[in-house]
């Protein structure tokens, strides 16, 4: 809770670890549903082979060859490879894979209608593209689709020339209307990728304003510590988990000594930097489950979860020496200040209003007794 740039940065490491578990969670999902992908066209593979279309071992290659391909993916992605990629769904690579089954199912097809069926099929990976290929990836993409049909009646035309020859204009048409369809697809993908790209861009940009709109709100702007609204949220949240786990919290007020002849005598821009300058070695002096931030003028409050009295009071006096060997020469030669700290513990049942008083009335206690010491709410 400590206005920390550590414990900023390792809450933005978790949270960026937090997003790559989620994002590897959801590739998993996407390539189960590629899966069921593979099982409706091994459903068509298997009902060719009822009506005699292809034998039997077309129908294990396939099924062998979808499984290979979807389980190498899934260990890319279950043990995080699939990160060191450029793009780490792995997009572009599951299409240029993925038409290779079908494509060996066409080899054994005699009827070039029944080709035309799974060339249909083929197409259906390149949708998922449509989520994030540019248009420039899709037409490569498009290519070796449109290079390995080629290959394909290439291939049965020098093996098998008694079937491709009587539907040779068919498979032309077919090849055609295929290469068309890829370069549309290639078109409205890629426009649809740029908006998606556009949107990421926008959606940063509204992360980052609204996490500075934060910032602003919980941070003083003078100090850079946090500010009495942000307080008081604080110490509603600790109130709730003593209630819940009477876990032990304090609180400490810190009042600079003679601040108001600081200010008559040197001028407001010098009070302003000794603000800020004790605020932040205040500040850098705390634990990251600590919170400190200015209450108002030049009084400052420091939250102690999991602290007792006698503890509080014990941080609060080291907080108090170092305070006190600060110099501030660049506002006069040898100039140096003090603090005078109140120190009160939460009790069960009362309200944030009530520990305050008690805090603030050990301060007045402090000023009353000379200044520059530690009173706790026990005198």
Known sequence: MSSNPVAAADSAQHTMSTDVQANQRLRKRRLGMSFISYQVTLAIVVLCWTLDMVPIRVVLEFWVFSLIINAGFFLLIHFNLNLKFRDPSMTGLQMVLSILPPIWVMYFLDAGQARAIFLMIAIVPALYGILALRTREFLLVGFWYFLLYGVLLLAIGLTKPDVLAPTLSIEIIQMLAFTLVMAQIATIGGFISGLRGKLRKRNRELNEAMARIQELVNIDELTGVFNRRRLFEVLSEESNRHSRAQGPFSI????????????????????????????????????????????????????????????????????????????????????????????????????????????????????????????????
């Open 252 to 379: 400490c007020i810190l009042d600079i000594d003679y601040f108001k002849q600081v200010n008559d005598t040197h001028g407001h821009q010098a009070g302003d930097d000794m603000l800020k300058t004790v605020a932040q070695t205040v500040n850098e002096s705390l634990r990251q489950i600590d919170c400190f931030g200015r209450y108002g003028g030049e009084e400052f409050l420091m939250v102690l979860p999991q602290t007792p009295l006698t503890g509080a009071r014990t941080k609060a006096d080291r907080v108090r020496q170092t305070i006190e060997s600060l110099s501030f020469d660049q506002i006069k030669d040898g100039l140096r200040i003090s603090v005078s700290i109140g120190v009160a513990q939460y009790r069960e049942g009362e309200t944030i209003e009530d520990t305050i008083a008690r805090a603030d009335e050990a301060l007045y206690k402090a000023k009353q007794q000379g200044r520059n010491q530690v009173v706790g709410e026990d005198g």
